[in-house]
Nanobody, 125 residues
């Protein structure tokens, strides 16, 4: 299984970006997907997750109302649409996948067996 994250870049405060995570190698429909991020000097943290059924998404409190996770099972791709970005959103963003996670496991990095290479998001003031 390979995950390819893309879409990061430099954006001004208040701006928007959309990250993509293309998955290959296994049936995308069976994967729970998530985005994590890691800022310099900080631990990796959960940002958003969505289960394989593409039902209710889950968000960290810090991004709720600003970020939207989605998936396109026909394109084997997950997305993270980010709005109203601020300096605290500056981080390397990683997409992650694992087969059919239970609800209680969605927010934990240790639940995911497959990771993308990370894409850097830098928010400037």
């Amino acid at each position: 299984v390979q995950l390819q994250a893309s879409g990061g870049g430099l954006v001004q405060t208040g701006g928007s970006l959309r990250l993509s995570c293309a998955v290959s190698g296994r049936t995308f429909n069976s994967f729970s997907m998530a985005w994590f991020r890691q800022a310099p000097g900080k631990e990796r943290e959960f940002v958003a997750g969505i289960r394989e059924s593409a039902g209710r998404p889950y968000y960290a409190d810090s991004v709720k109302g600003r970020f939207t996770i989605s998936r396109d099972n026909a394109q084997n791709t997950a997305y993270l649409q980010m709005h109203s970005l601020n300096s605290e959103d500056t981080a390397v963003y990683y997409c992650a996948a694992n087969n059919r996670l239970v609800l209680t496991a969605i927010r934990s990095a240790s639940s995911y067996g497959y990771w993308g290479q990370g894409t850097l998001v830098t928010v400037s003031s």
